[in-house]
């Protein structure tokens, strides 16, 4: 254990915490089909995988809490937060659901806001701005934002693309034919390149690189500007691909103006 881990820095603490709570939520794919579709067995894994998510996030939540009922709270909220965001999104694929899929986008952020910001206090101790008025070391800051950038990295990944996904519902400019698909993959892995790239480019201020990797992509995509519903599609998924990394960039970007 290193001397920042040992010294109980809080700022290193929230930052493994909110690294924790993005693994928990979006390195294992969940299935959000729903369960009523599902085999017997299959629905017999999702209750597992829901148990022990829960239960990893409370215990991690426990483990880096402050003391008291402050760990009780926290883990609590971990558990719920953990637990509920796959059931919405289940929901929101079945039939019927139309309330929820028109909030998608928002409940993927507000779950997650939620979270990020409301365990701030229990673990700073309200000293979120410095490092050092939270009680941290040099050493235990820098690695709170090597975690915070892997844990925007996280999200990125696979929250992001629930963010966009549900943006593209939400403007009717999804491409819903079985013959798009590939196209959707496709995609879908040029915008988690470029939601990197963006996010990369903002946690390291060069602003000015951002527009070249917009205008590259669609310089690459020309082409296909000729088709409305693909235009559509490129337009809104785009801005909100990098919108969203932009702003989870710029988090980061003050985690590491603050304490790096």
Not at 225 to 244: C, H, I, K, P, Q
């Amino acid at each position: 254990m290193s001397a920042a881990w040992a010294a109980a820095d809080s700022p290193l603490r929230w930052a493994a915490l909110v690294f924790l709570w993005m693994a928990v939520n979006y390195l294992h794919r969940f299935d959000s089909v729903d369960p009523a579709a599902m085999p017997r067995g299959a629905r017999r894994s999702r209750t597992a995988n829901l148990a022990l998510r829960g239960l990893v996030a409370a215990v991690a939540a426990a483990w880096l809490a402050g003391p008291g009922v402050e760990r009780v709270i926290l883990a609590a909220a971990a558990a719920l937060g953990s637990v509920a965001l796959p059931l919405l999104r289940s929901r929101a694929s079945m039939d019927g659901a139309t309330l929820l899929r028109s909030i998608r986008p928002e409940m993927e952020l507000a779950v997650n806001a939620a979270f990020v910001v409301g365990s701030a206090p229990f673990v700073l101790g309200g000293h979120v701005v410095s490092g050092a008025a939270a009680g941290g070391t040099a050493e235990g800051s820098r690695a709170a934002v090597a975690l915070l950038a892997a844990a925007g990295v996280v999200f990125l990944v696979r929250g992001g693309t629930h963010v966009v996904r549900g943006v593209l519902e939400k403007s009717d400019t999804a491409l819903p034919s079985v013959a798009d698909q590939t196209s959707v993959r496709h995609g879908s892995t040029i915008g988690n390149l470029e939601q990197f790239l963006v996010f990369a480019l903002a946690v390291g201020g060069q602003f000015g690189a951002l527009g070249l990797v917009v205008a590259a992509k669609g310089l690459v995509r020309a082409a296909e500007w000729r088709d409305r519903t693909l235009l559509e599609y490129f337009l809104v998924g785009t801005l909100a691909s990098v919108t969203l990394a932009l702003v989870v960039g710029l988090l980061v970007r003050a985690a590491v103006l603050a304490w790096w």
